[in-house]
């Protein structure tokens, strides 16, 4: 099997999907640097990350609810894409299936930052129903043989 083979593709999305986990935590960060730098002791606000997260700007705090989500999202999305690999999904759906999970996800954190609710949904359930495609292709086949 080559190494850039269809079934191998699922493999290198996970990767690309653990890092559009942190696109948006690159937002909260940056607030959080900047809140420190804003207080008498910039120390405490960078050791207690969690307890300052209501003092970020509200599309820090958006941010930070779409870094969250994508944690959700990437535990769906791994067994999926493992299962497609292992069962040796081949087919244009599949593939199309993967890429439209990696660029929903990064729209998603996008709309969400930005406060986009309707695109933002729209996102999530491009992203949703492209895991499930995942699932139903690799289920298919198993059932199938």
Not at 96 to 107: K, M, P
Request: charged residues 10%; contains cysteine; hydrophobic residues 55%.
């Amino acid at each position: 099997m080559s190494l850039l083979s269809l079934p191998n593709l699922f493999l290198y999305s996970l990767p690309v999907a653990a890092f559009l986990i942190y696109v948006p935590y690159l937002v909260v960060a940056s607030e959080r640097v900047k809140l420190a730098q804003s207080m008498d002791d910039p120390i405490e606000a960078l050791a207690r990350p969690r307890f300052y997260t209501d003092k970020l700007p509200n599309y820090a705090m958006r941010a930070n609810w779409a870094h969250q989500n994508s944690f959700e999202s990437f535990i769906i999305y791994s067994p999926a894409a493992v299962m497609a690999y292992i069962t040796g999904q081949d087919s244009t759906a599949a593939l199309s299936a993967v890429v439209a999970y990696l660029v929903a996800r990064l729209l998603f954190s996008v709309f969400y930052i930005l406060n986009v609710a309707s695109l933002r949904s729209l996102m999530f359930g491009i992203g949703s129903l492209s895991i499930f495609s995942l699932y139903f292709m690799s289920c298919k086949t198993i059932w199938l043989q």
